[in-house]
Nanobody
Framework: QVQLVESGGGLVQSGGSLRLSCAAS????????MGWFRQAPGKDREFVAS????????NVADGVKGRFTISRDNAKNTVYLQMNMLKPEDTAVYYC??????????????????WGQGTQVTVSS
């Protein structure tokens, strides 16, 4: 079992930056691919970025490529999402998630087994 807790959300002006953190409990965290997703009001949950268990491989959604970076520190059981050049359309609740399939680097929410409670990111224009 893995428990995930996100932090780092908040209110920021357009063009600003935030770094989200996702702290995981559980000894198996280091073997799980991790993902970040977001959900805006009235919209489906959408993929943002994912990272392999060892940090060597990453996927990033086209809409955030060049602005968002996913990373992880397995020694700290933490995955990060650095968000730069934020836009009002980035406003959403951001969730981290863990996938028990260690060979997969998925963009699909349904492939992830564990989820955090989410952290709100609001970007003002």
């Amino acid at each position: 079992q893995v428990q995930l807790v996100e932090s780092g959300g908040g209110l920021v002006q357009s063009g600003g930056s935030l770094r989200l953190s996702c702290a995981a409990s559980g000894r198996t965290f280091n073997s799980y691919p991790m993902g970040w997703f977001r959900q805006a009001p009235g919209k489906d949950r959408e993929f943002v970025a994912s990272i392999s268990w060892d940090g060597r491989n990453r996927n990033v959604a086209d809409g955030v490529k060049g602005r968002f970076t996913i990373s992880r520190d397995n020694a700290k059981n933490t995955v990060y999402l650095q968000m730069n050049m934020l836009k009002p359309e980035d406003t959403a609740v951001y969730y981290c998630a863990a996938d028990r399939n260690v060979v997969r680097l998925s963009r699909r929410p349904n492939d992830y087994d564990y989820w955090g409670q989410g952290t709100q990111v609001t970007v003002s224009s």
